[in-house]
């Protein structure tokens, strides 16, 4: 008889806060659907979404994700949640050197407070100086860390902006202009690229379901 080998984490970070979405969404149509067939159909699409996520998943991964359609309210997704948890792939460790050689040019680098971090919560890595009003940002793209030095000015606190990594709002401190400046290759050729993002990085990680606008953006700048 073979033995069936202990299950390897299979999900980043930004796919759990996805799952979470679509469940929370799930107990909503659980609490409000009279109609019988209109549950069924959400857990048909909520199974199908989350097999999406992982289209090579092992017979016991498909499993536990198919799993998630029989959450029917808060305290079952917040189990289901703690049995995938245990799975997530964490933020690769990253040393204060590594980052320090990602910023070369920043003298007197505030750093992150790299002891405390809970890298299974976090999709990129990002920390704010609030003196330079400056904002660090350092993603793991394929093999290599990437880390980009931007500027922000806090939004006035009546103005609600998007967060375009996360889609949360907020005004003032919470999601604010963000600019990064990018040598263009003209002499003396700078051009500033911009987005709204949070300023808490740890809010924003928590939700974040997707590393395409990420990506994007990081290409901008390259
Ligand atoms: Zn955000």
């Not at 904002?135 to 793991?140: A, C, I, K, Q, S």
């Not at 990506?215 to 390259?222: H, N, P, Q, S």
Request: glycine share 4%.
């Amino acid at each position: 008889m073979t033995q069936e080998q202990p299950m390897v984490p299979f999900l980043h970070p930004h796919q759990l806060n996805y799952i979470r979405n679509q469940l929370t969404n799930l107990v909503g149509v659980f609490y409000f659907a009279g109609d019988y067939r209109v549950l069924e159909a959400s857990r048909e699409g909520v199974v199908a979404a989350l097999l999406a996520l992982v289209p090579q998943a092992t017979p016991e991964q498909r499993r536990l994700l198919e799993d998630g359609k029989n959450v029917r309210d808060k305290e079952e997704l917040k189990l289901y949640i703690s049995r995938l948890e245990p799975y997530v792939i964490p933020f690769p460790e990253i040393t204060a050197a590594e980052i320090r050689k990602l910023f070369p040019k920043v003298k007197k680098l505030v750093l992150p407070d790299l002891a405390n971090l809970d890298r299974t919560k976090l999709t990129y890595l990002g920390w704010r100086d609030i003196a330079t009003q400056s904002v660090y940002l350092v993603y793991r793209s394929g093999e290599k860390w990437v880390g980009k030095e931007c500027k922000y000015v806090p939004s006035p606190k009546n103005r609600m902006l998007q967060c375009s990594w996360c889609l949360s709002s907020g005004s003032g401190d919470e999601v604010a202009l963000v600019t990064s400046r990018v040598k263009t290759k003209q002499i003396d050729g700078y051009k500033t690229f911009g987005n709204h993002l949070c300023l808490n990085s740890t809010t924003c990680n928590h939700h974040i379901t997707s590393t395409a606008e990420i990506e994007a953006y990081l290409a901008t700048l390259r």
